[in-house]
């Protein structure tokens, strides 16, 4: 019923710039929060950003100053812009959403949705 789909992901050199997109569908009432996160073999899925209903932006150490959230409600879209990247920002990126859907005529309780990820890779 819901479906997140991420895309831009892809191979950049260090130093290089990539633009994430993930697209949010269903049967949807609210999204309250879009986060990204990253996850590499081997290693915790890792938090990297958060932009919340109000257009609250939230960061990672590790991204701060260099990645930037935002989001286009009209559109149900998220995006990263990721910028001077490195070669430790190499992973999946995932989409994940907090929202709340319409079943049967009513809005249920928001629950947590993720995507199927992008990989992107940074060569040094």
């Known amino acids: 019923q819901v479906q997140l789909v991420e895309s831009g992901g892809g191979l950049v050199e260090a130093g290089g710039s990539l633009r994430l997109s993930c697209a949010v569908s269903?049967?949807?009432?609210?999204?309250?929060?879009l986060d990204w996160y990253r996850q590499t073999p081997g290693k915790q899925r890792e938090w990297v950003s958060r932009?919340?209903?109000?257009?609250?932006?939230t960061y990672s150490d590790s991204v701060k100053g260099r990645f930037t959230i935002a989001r286009d409600n009209a559109k149900n879209t998220v995006y990263l812009q990721m910028n001077s990247l490195e070669p430790a920002d190499t992973a999946v990126y995932l989409c994940?959403?907090?929202?709340?859907?319409?079943?049967?005529?009513?809005?249920?309780?928001?629950?947590?949705?993720w995507g199927q990820g992008t990989q992107v890779t940074v060569s040094s």
């Open positions: 994940r959403a907090y929202l709340s859907i319409i079943r049967d005529g009513q809005a249920l309780s928001p629950s947590t949705y």
């Open positions: 269903g049967s949807l009432v609210s999204i309250y929060e």
């Open positions: 932009i919340t209903g109000a257009g609250v932006t």
